[in-house]
């Protein structure tokens, strides 16, 4: 039996635009990977990296939007890059769209045998585990792998990032909103032009999330983005948060 035949649901996101089949156990996809790929400017002609892709649903939301543009997926677990794969062909995006077992802190020299040379991507977009290690670890290995980070996790990935894009290429993240300072003390070794959008879970709350974007080699200065909400005070989904994650539409600074 293939990684992809195990115990498995199929869900629809993008308001069914995008068909997901994901592991019924372990870190299913929620609304990070869609803010990460409403976020991430790209056009047709570019080569976006999604690294710690999992089943693929950020690149792969990516790729929908943008037509033409050709996307590589990087996820460590050999059986969720079999799903990536898998949900690449189910979406008919395998033409454009391909799947690579390996650990986002490899060496360049592994990157670049996997077909990602320094230099070769237009943009990078990625959801770190942000979460830190936990007394009473989750026994599911891959909802650990995908949860827990290191003390340098951050730096880590923003270094292969770095390696991967061109000069001027762009980095879009996610991360827990308490731990923006992390994310700007990471950025401001090679990038800059760093824009960050909060994200509420309601009106009046303190953000949970982050999305933040920067350019390689930029030293334009920061821009701090009017918060993003995605729940009513009555809890029901607003306008906005309706038209990026059912509807497709890109957030603020991903609009070019």
Not at 87 to 107: F, T
Not at 191 to 208: D, E, Q, S, Y
């Amino acid at each position: 039996m293939s990684a992809e035949q195990g115990e498995a649901s199929e869900d629809l996101v993008l308001g069914g635009r995008l068909a997901l089949r994901q592991p019924l156990r372990g870190h299913r996809v929620g609304h990070d990977a869609i803010l990460l790929a409403a976020a991430t400017a790209a056009d047709a002609r570019d080569h976006a990296v999604d690294l710690g892709a999992g089943v693929g649903a950020a690149g792969l939301a990516l790729a929908r939007r943008v037509a033409g543009l050709a996307v590589t997926l990087v996820e460590i677990d050999p059986a969720l890059t079999a799903f990536a794969l898998g949900n690449a062909e189910r979406n008919g995006l395998s033409d454009r769209v391909r799947a690579v077992c390996l650990d986002v802190e490899s060496s360049a020299a592994a990157f670049a045998a996997a077909g990602l040379a320094p230099g070769s991507a237009t943009c990078v977009l990625m959801n770190p585990p942000f979460n830190a290690p936990q007394h009473n670890p989750s026994p599911d290995r891959s909802r650990r792998v995908a949860h827990a980070a290191s003390h340098d996790t951050l730096r880590q990935w923003l270094r292969a990032a770095a390696r991967l894009l061109r000069p001027q290429g762009v980095i879009t993240l996610i991360w827990r909103a308490d731990g923006l300072a992390d994310v700007l003390a990471a950025l401001a070794t090679g990038f800059g032009a760093v824009a960050v959008l909060p994200v509420h879970a309601k009106p009046g709350a303190p953000a949970i999330r982050v999305l933040a974007r920067a350019v390689k080699g930029s030293r334009a200065p920061l821009s701090l983005l009017p918060g993003f909400v995605l729940a009513d005070a009555n809890g029901n989904p607003t306008l906005e948060a309706e038209a990026v994650l059912r509807s497709g539409d890109v957030l603020p600074f991903a609009g070019n």
